[in-house]
């Protein structure tokens, strides 16, 4: 009878085991058909991509987005990299050329960003929300979409009006699925185009009246200053004076010489239109700052020193020249040293090594007017560098006009724009060489300082300028060099038949 | 201890005495040793029977003219007349053809090995207890004919990878399944004790796997653990070893601090040259600012100079202080290893106990691994028709784990590398190069180098580590639990519930005193994955037979399995103080974090074996699985096999051979169809991953939707001859094996700009197939002598049989059909240029004419060509069991034959002028106007291509021989041994890692299976004095 008993208690028990379905469900991650049912989780889509874009990193040296506008000013005339982990590489020109981690990067986290604002664009008419809600996430997609084809427009071709019609990388309008083809590569003029007409759409649908809760997120005032950059590089001066006009007059604060000795690490910044804030829970992208900041002792790399003949560009009164100056690496005894770098205190990390990234300020969109305007022939454009140049503390420039106002407009981007991202751009868009000059290492400089007794102290120190003269293959700097640009990494070429078809 | 053996002692005395004519006593021996545990019986009265005592004596009631039937496994049985004698001494010879009347492990129950048609190998405890390595996997290189075990860490604890005949998955996991006691086993593999296995049966054939179903698509290894015997008094056996570990192969070597600074010199001086400065200025520049750029003159602040314009060390300098970091990050290693063991067994049960310590130091500071073990496995007839059994086994283990395998700066094996001699290890005085004495301990003061130029400053891991904390603790619990009924007679139900947990904390700390955490103020991580393994199953079996030829064995069942894995943690920054590990010593809160994942499978399956006259023998197996991985209606998969093997050597006409000397011929083969569902577990929807941004929720497209996509399947062939001659004194087998993989789980590569990089899709097939050969044989055989030699050798070729694209790349390997996956193609190093000293790579035009480059970017994936494969052409190993009286020495190697390494680890040693960073070497052959034939490239700061790109040049050979291990014991005479009352004592001396012969210099052989390196923990030479004793 027992023996009955336990085969009886063996099937039961068998049933109530494997009687459970088969089906499980991921917990770091959605359905794809619960991810647009409302705009609030349409939303999340926009949120989600801008958090990729900028906190992603395929390396120390390339933490996020940040890391595109970081190998700009390497690759400049102005910063003179260290021989530290990072950015020497871009600052030689092998980075970018030879294909490298900045290089790759790059690619994927535009074409990715892209195809998250594709989808939220497509799905949006279709989500659950209010009219106004669904235009302003829309609205937002279109804009970081532009923004993206800007990047590439801007980076992966030389100057628009050096060939309209040279390739320049692919444009997605649709989201991808498992049977998508490779597009080809569309023409620097349709890409911009593709960026301008983003950006303009976005500008309709985003309402005027949204109020973002955080600085990251684009309202009117971001599409207008993207769409003052974006027609700037594409050499549209009337629309990039008609956009920076119309954002001049949402905001022209030009932030004090408090404000901009702070440490350029804070987005509640007024002169701030547009910056990735960090937390300290959130902070990949603080990275950036360990190359950036030159003078804190948390940094790890304190690479992107100045150029020593950048400061002669600075007028005596001038704030922002009283914030470059020898000093020997942070944190290190001055008698054990060697050199003696030019340094240049405007980025400086905040406490627990985070800092907030800036993507746009004002002062940025005056210049953009002046220099649209400049290129107008419109006498207005040396008030506005002006301005400017009087909220810095420099000397205001009279009688300049046509080509030399220009070059002080660019000039005046080199001084103020300095480590945002901003310096190689300009050198393709306006087809200019890189300039780098040596810096004589006599007579040596003699360095004071105060020591740990609250003595002061001196010591002479080799200065260093720029180390690296020429391109990889040892030929002289020049206009529109393959080696200022992004490449198509090898994978796309490998993998899209159509790329250059 | 001393009272407590005797106490055991005195309870192992028991003796089985029963009231006849005649007392008949003696003593058993195996011609030396004496022989615990065997039968004595009696041919008239076979109701009676004896075992022989731990000092193998026996004594037994008999009439005087019956017959002493003398029987033990693996000897020969003896017969022997009493004719009136009461003293009887035997002495038992080895039967090698009963070695081979080994009975293996198969799914769901055991099998002769001599008539089983699947392929199988097998290692017995003998092989296993002579490693000493805290990993059982480690212990298996070398042994089985076709399984390759890479340790690719020395981290005492870590895994070593296994492979069974080659990888038949691409994407899909291409581990093997790991059966702990007939269950498979989710735990932790460090986690058991190497002396509480019994044995351990490879399965690498459909006709053994098949019954596992999807998770056997790689193979099995089937691990047994020691069980007690039935009717057995009790055995205590008691092991410990006690030894030093270090490193088993030096680092690569590195220039000395005066070649150093002369070859950077040189590097910045080109790079001035190149920038189109004169030599003069180039000269003078390079000089001024050579010790800036390395932040440190390890001359002495008087010599700031210390190369002159020439590019020669001053005359008279000598460096100040000459540090290596290698042997500052090493320790004096321990190892040991204690055990003991209880078995023993009843008329109704039998019992195994055991319980055991484990410390394993590493040779890096800061690394080890502890363990402490129990187990008890227990079986009992309570009725007749009713066998219950428990296997129940505990292990707690703390394992010191600093980082060891990335590219990160507190990397221990890669900062030892990193940091040349001229840094200094201790702060100095800079003039006159004296340590300098921290006033308050009177002690030296680590130098956490601020002024290094790579990014290796402000750390100093000698300082820092003993004040961090890189800690992963585990419990492992596992339970296996059974009960059998055998209604009728032969006919047995099976049901058994299985449990694995596996609990896993890392606890991190990084101190806010000193080191990386001195300016930060330090952090701590904590995070707990835990898993559960849950097994159920109810196996129904019947064996019947007809007219004693026909014999069948069917078998059907059931199973079910769940697995669960969870994990969650967080981290804090700011630390209150030193030695203050826990998060609430942190005022930051960094991260939380925490998920699970589930996964089931429903399984039936059946199987049924037949066997004619014990000549011929058939199965067939078919298992159904239903794996929760795929989409609803692709959820399903059936596998099946078919296996048949011949006992050629019981037919008639091979008695002839037999008297010739052929003791053995037998011919199998098995086909079978097995699944493969490893592929993530959420393989079918579209997905978005949650990707939070400052406080708001954010979501981000990760994966496709693949409705399509379901199980990879492995077919399995398997031909085997096994043969022995001489009674099988020497015996081996020949195997070819094909594993033909189809529908495989492919991550087909999208174009990237479509925002993907890849997709999953069943796709493509490949095959591996090869030979494999087992020899083994006792040589000498005599009184005094024993030399037991056994080798195998595994051959085999992988081979793409079709793929989706016409190529596709796998970082160094390109996939083409009729290729393999482990085909290197890289670009081909065209040697440096001898008029400049650039390196120099070559490319392929349009029209395929072969050019030279010396930009490495020119380079595309076209011009990457085959330029060997990582797999070893033949891989094996060798044991050799020499005894002579007391005496036995055993040695294991283990060898690769063929085969290429991508030599990654040294690259960073070989750049062409990164200032501060070591230079290995071979860089003293670099390109000079002097020196033009070379293959190392002119030095400069800024080289126009990196030379150490992925290229022909820094492929090597992976060829080696290893001596795994080599094991010396005495076993102490009987005579001596009886005035202490043991019963049986050895004393052993035990080396692991000895020494490996192999080409490259600092190279570690023992690679992944790709045959690409990279940041190993090196592995571990070690020896020890041991002890084993059985009471």
């Known amino acids: ?213 955080s600085k990251y997120k684009i309202d009117t005032s971001v599409t207008l200053g993207l769409l003052s950059r974006a027609s700037l590089y594409a050499r549209d001066w009337q629309r990039a004076k008609k956009y920076s006009d119309q954002l001049l007059i949402l905001n022209n604060y030009l932030m004090s010489e408090v404000e901009y000795k702070s440490g350029f690490n804070d987005v509640s910044n007024g002169e701030w239109i547009w910056g990735h804030p960090q937390t300290n829970n959130q902070n990949n992208a603080s990275y950036q700052f360990h190359f950036l900041d030159t003078t804190s002792e948390q940094s790890y790399y304190y690479s992107f020193n100045v150029d020593p003949y950048f400061r002669d560009l600075f007028n005596d009164g001038d704030y922002r020249k009283k914030m470059i100056y020898w000093a020997t690496d942070p944190g290190k005894d001055p008698q054990k040293e060697s050199f003696v770098w030019m340094r240049f205190s405007k980025f400086k990390f905040k406490a627990g090594d985070i800092a907030d990234i800036v993507l746009m300020r004002t002062s940025e969109i005056y210049l953009i007017n002046a220099e649209a305007k400049a290129q107008l022939q419109d006498p207005n454009a040396l008030v506005v560098l002006n301005e400017l140049k009087s909220a810095r503390g420099a000397q205001e420039v009279q009688g300049l006009s046509g080509q030399i106002l220009i070059n002080a407009i660019w000039e005046e981007r080199r001084k103020e724009l300095f480590g945002e991202g901003f310096a190689l751009i300009d050198i393709i868009r306006n087809q200019q060489a890189v300039v780098r000059k040596d810096f004589p290492q006599y007579p040596k400089i003699n360095y004071s300082y105060t020591d740990n007794q609250g003595q002061l102290q001196s010591v002479s120190l080799t200065p260093q300028g720029h180390r690296v003269f020429v391109f990889p293959d040892q030929s002289p700097f020049k206009a529109n060099s393959p080696y200022y640009l992004y490449r198509i990494p090898n994978s796309e070429e490998l993998t899209n038949d159509n790329l250059y078809n | 201890m001393n009272q407590f053996y005797l106490l055991l002692w005195g309870l192992l005395f028991f003796n089985v005495a029963t009231a006849q004519s005649i007392l008949v006593e003696g003593k058993v021996t195996d011609g030396e040793l004496s022989l615990p545990g065997v039968t004595v019986s009696l041919t008239k009265n076979p109701n009676i029977a004896t075992l022989t005592d731990l000092d193998g004596h026996y004594s037994i009631q008999a009439d005087a003219d019956d017959t002493l039937i003398f029987s033990y496994i693996s000897y020969e049985t003896l017969y022997v007349p009493i004719q009136g004698k009461t003293l009887i001494n035997v002495e038992l010879k080895v039967n090698f053809e009963s070695l081979e009347e080994l009975i293996i492990s198969v799914p769901y129950g055991t099998a002769k090995k001599s008539t089983y048609t699947g392929s199988v190998g097998l290692v017995t405890a003998k092989t296993i207890e002579k490693a000493q390595v805290s990993n059982v996997t480690k212990a298996l290189q070398g042994t089985v004919a076709g399984l390759q075990s890479f340790s690719s860490s020395g981290q005492p604890g870590s895994d070593a990878t296994i492979r069974i005949r080659g990888i038949g998955s691409v994407n899909a996991s291409s581990n093997p399944l790991f059966v702990v006691d007939g269950v498979p086993y989710d735990g932790s593999l460090s986690s058991i004790a190497a002396s509480d296995i019994e044995s351990i049966t490879v399965l690498k054939d459909a006709t053994s796997a098949t019954l596992y179903g999807s998770r056997a698509a790689n193979g099995v290894i089937m691990i047994t653990t020691k069980q007690g015997k039935m009717d057995s008094p009790t055995t205590i056996e008691l092991t410990t070893k006690y030894g030093f570990s270090s490193r088993a192969r030096s680092d690569y070597k590195q220039l000395n601090t005066n070649d150093y600074f002369e070859l950077y010199w040189e590097a910045l001086r080109n790079n001035r040259i190149d920038n189109n400065f004169t030599p003069q200025q180039a000269a003078a520049y390079a000089s001024e600012n050579l010790v800036g750029m390395i932040g440190i003159n390890p001359y002495g602040l008087n010599n700031p100079q210390p190369i002159d314009q020439n590019g020669k060390l001053v005359t008279g300098l000598k460096p100040l202080w000459d540090d290596n970091w290698t042997d500052a990050l090493s320790q004096n290693a321990h190892f040991k290893d204690v055990n003991l063991r209880i078995s023993g067994g009843g008329p109704r049960s039998r019992y195994y106990i055991s319980a055991g310590f484990l410390d394993d130091q590493g040779a890096v500071i800061e690394s080890g691994f502890k363990r402490y073990t129990l187990r008890s496995n227990i079986t009992s007839d309570v009725k007749d028709w009713l066998q219950v059994g428990l296997n129940v086994s505990g292990t707690h283990s703390i394992q010191n784990y600093p980082k060891q395998d990335d590219a990160a700066i507190s990397n221990v094996i890669g900062f030892a590398r990193a940091l040349p001699s001229f840094y200094p290890v201790y702060e100095r005085d800079l003039t006159s190069g004296a340590y300098l004495i921290d006033p308050l301990t009177g002690g030296r003061i680590f130098d956490y180098g601020s002024y290094r130029a790579t990014s290796y400053a402000k750390y100093n891991l000698l300082g820092s580590l003993p004040k961090d904390l890189n800690e992963i603790k585990r419990d492992v619990g596992s339970v296996r639990t059974y009960f059998q009924i055998e209604p009728i007679a032969d006919l047995k139900l099976k049901t058994s519930l299985n449990l694995d947990y596996d609990s896993r904390f890392n606890h991190d700390y990084i101190n806010p005193t000193v080191g990386e955490g001195a300016l930060s103020g330090g952090g701590v991580s904590k995070s707990n994955v835990r898993t559960i393994g849950m097994t159920f199953n109810n196996v129904l079996t019947y064996a019947f037979q007809f007219d004693d030829l026909h014999r069948f064995n069917a078998m059907a069942g059931h199973e079910y399995y769940q697995y669960n894995t969870s994990q969650f943690g967080g981290s804090k920054d700011k630390m209150i103080t030193d030695g203050m590990y826990e998060p609430d010593a942190g005022s930051i809160l960094k991260d939380f974090y925490g998920n699970s994942d589930e996964y089931k499978l429903l399984s039936f399956f059946g199987n049924l074996e037949y066997s004619y006259n014990q000549k011929y023998f058939a199965s067939a197996s078919i298992r159904a699985d239903g794996s929760s991985r795929f989409e609803p209606s692709k959820k399903w998969g059936t596998f099946w096999s078919f296996g048949a093997s011949w006992r050629a050597i019981e037919e008639d006409f091979l008695q002839e051979a037999k008297d010739w000397g052929l003791s053995n011929l037998s011919l199998r083969a098995s086909y079978g169809a097995q699944g493969n569902d490893n592929i993530g577990y959420y393989a079918y929807q579209a997905l978005y991953a949650i990707q939070n941004n400052l406080g708001e929720s954010g979501l981000i497209a990760s994966r496709l939707a693949t409705p399509n996509l379901t199980w990879e399947t492995n077919l399995n062939l398997n031909i085997g001859l096994d043969f022995g001659f001489l009674n099988n004194r020497i015996n081996g087998s020949v195997e070819f094996f094909e594993r033909r993989s189809k529908d495989l789980l492919f991550e087909k590569a999208l174009v990237p700009s479509t925002g993907f990089s890849s997709t999953s899709q069943n796709i493509g097939a490949i095959k591996n197939y090869g030979w494999e050969l087992s020899l083994d044989g006792f040589l000498i055989s005599n009184e005094d002598w024993k030399w037991h030699l056994g080798i195998n050798a595994t051959t085999y070729k992988n081979k793409i049989v079709s793929l989706p694209n016409d190529e596709m790349w796998s970082g160094s390997k390109k996939w083409v059909k009729g290729g393999s996956l482990y085909d290197f193609y890289l670009i081909e190093w065209a040697g440096v240029n001898h008029l400049n000293g650039n390196a120099q790579w070559y490319i392929y035009d349009d029209l395929g004419n072969r050019q030279i480059t010396e930009d490495y970017s020119a380079t595309k994936d076209k011009d990457r060509v085959k330029s060997g494969s990582s797999l070893p052409d033949i891989s094996g190993g060798f044991q050799s069991e020499l005894s002579y009286k007391g005496f036995e020495l055993a040695l294991q190697f283990a060898y690769n034959l063929g085969g290429k390494i991508y030599n990654s680890d040294k690259l960073s040693l070989q750049h062409l002028g990164k200032a501060g960073q070591t230079w290995s070497e071979d860089m003293l052959n670099r390109w000079t106007p002097e020196n033009i034939q070379t293959d190392v490239p002119r030095l400069t700061t800024e080289p126009k291509s990196s030379w150490t790109n992925q290229s022909t040049r820094f492929l090597v050979d992976r060829s080696y021989l290893k001596l795994k291990t080599m094991t010396l014991t005495y076993n102490l005479p009987q005579n001596w041994l009886k005035s202490v009352h043991l019963n049986q004592a050895s004393i052993f001396v035990q080396g692991e890692n000895l020494f490996t012969i192999t080409k490259e210099q600092g190279l570690d052989p023992e690679q992944t299976f790709d045959g690409t390196t990279y940041y190993r923990y090196p592995s571990m030479k070690t020896i020890s004095l041991g002890l084993n004793l059985k009471l």
């Open chain 1, 1 to 213: 009878m027992k023996k009955v008993y336990i085969l009886f208690l063996v099937l039961w028990s068998s049933t109530l085991l494997t009687s459970c379905d088969l089906e499980t469900n991921p917990t770091t991650s959605v359905e794809a058909s619960q991810v647009f049912a409302t705009t609030s989780d349409a939303d999340k889509v926009l949120i989600g991509s801008w958090s990729y874009l900028m906190e992603t990193f395929n390396s120390y040296a390339n933490p996020g987005f940040g890391a595109m506008l970081r190998a700009n000013d390497a690759m400049g005339s102005d910063v003179v990299l260290n021989t530290r982990y990072g950015f020497s590489s871009h600052y030689a020109f092998t980075a970018l050329y030879g294909k490298g981690g900045t290089n790759s990067l790059s690619w994927v986290l535009a074409y990715k960003t892209i195809n998250n604002a594709n989808a939220v664009i497509s799905n949006i008419g279709l989500a659950k929300g209010t009219e106004s809600e669904k235009n302003r996430i829309a609205g937002q997609a279109y804009a970081l979409r532009g923004f993206m084809y800007l990047h590439l427009a801007s980076s992966y071709s030389f100057a628009i009006d050096k060939d309209p019609n040279a390739l320049c990388a692919p444009i997605y309008t649709e989201p991808s699925t498992a049977n998508t083809l490779g597009k080809p590569a569309a023409t620097v003029s349709q890409v911009y185009n593709q960026a301008i007409d983003d950006l303009e759409i976005a500008l309709k649908l985003i309402p005027e009246n949204y109020q973002r809760n």
